[in-house]
């Protein structure tokens, strides 16, 4: 049965290293959460290392700027990997091909221009229209306050028909931006894949991002084991799924993208719901908590 938790603090002496998400559970996409942030930087005044493990469409050069506007303090993580970062690589390595559709916002273009030291001698990525595509980048709706995944199938149909592979840079339905909940890369890469679509997928719950997360950590000289590792995360299909596959333990935040399950007060969860709940959906998160603090 899943241990409903108050605090981090109750549980994290076991654990080495976090693997934190961040939508809904570090922040919502406009402001940090305080108390959350406060937990980050306790778990590292004990010696622990946090890794900022995010969905993210981009490389952790650009989610580690946006961090420093919401004015998260450094000292509340260690590393970040994001599966920008883990798309990037198969991108580079020509995983669809060389003359790509870049289906997405403008602020995801770091993909092509910050590329890593040890893949500069790769062949250059072209970014071309869908119609003289070898296959599509896709890290979310270009406009993604206004479109809906619906908006994109005669596209699609047109890039299933020719054959294309899509690399889907962020596995995430949707998250909360905010007070409004917006649709992700996953959503769109959801359809083409109904659509008879070829899609691969790099973020949580696939196991790129998880050795790319471990491949930050030895770089700073940190080696760990899977029983040391705390994932915390509020998607049910990305954090906790994620955990259960790679063999580390989960703390399910409530309070983000299914607080609404749980009763009326987010940071305070039902347990009575939560277990019904986690038991419909065959979920087995070792810890669950209204919010991260």
């Known amino acids: 049965m899943t241990q409903l938790i108050a605090s981090l603090d109750e549980i994290s002496a076991p654990y080495d290293v976090l ?21 980050l930087q306790a778990f590292r005044r004990k010696g622990g290392a946090v890794v900022l493990l995010t969905n993210a469409p981009r490389t952790r050069h650009a989610v580690k700027r946006r961090l420093d506007q919401m004015g998260l303090p450094e000292d509340a993580y260690d590393v970040i990997a994001a599966s920008g970062d883990a798309t990037q690589v198969a991108m580079l390595q020509g ?11 403008g602020k995801d273009e770091d993909l092509f221009t910050m590329i890593p030291d040890w893949l500069r001698d790769q062949p250059a990525i072209e970014r071309v229209p869908l119609e003289e595509a070898e296959g599509i980048l896709c890290t979310g709706p270009f406009d993604e306050f206004t479109e809906t995944p619906e908006d994109y199938r005669v596209r699609f149909l047109m890039a299933k028909t020719r054959g294309l592979k899509m690399l889907n840079a962020n596995p995430d339905l949707v998250v909360d931006f905010g007070d409004r909940r917006i649709y992700c890369s996953g959503a769109l890469a959801q359809l083409y894949e109904e659509m008879g679509g070829e899609v691969l997928s790099f973020g949580k719950p696939h196991p790129p991002i998880y050795d790319f997360a471990r491949a930050q950590l030895a ?22 799924r994620g955990a259960e596959a790679e063999g580390i333990d989960a703390v399910f935040v409530t309070g983000g993208l299914e607080a609404a399950r749980f009763g009326a007060d987010p940071a305070h969860p039902d347990p009575a719901l939560l277990q019904d709940w986690l038991t419909a959906e065959s979920l087995r998160p070792r810890y669950a908590m209204g919010r991260l603090r």
């Open 19 to 39: 693997f934190c998400d961040l939508w809904g559970c570090l922040h919502n996409g406009k402001a940090l959460f305080p108390e959350a942030v406060a937990a």
């Open 95 to 105: 995983a669809a091909g060389r003359k790509l559709w870049h289906l997405g916002p």
């Open 219 to 240: 770089a700073i000289g940190v080696s760990v084991e899977n029983d040391a590792i705390l994932a915390i995360g509020d998607g049910v299909r990305t954090d906790i």
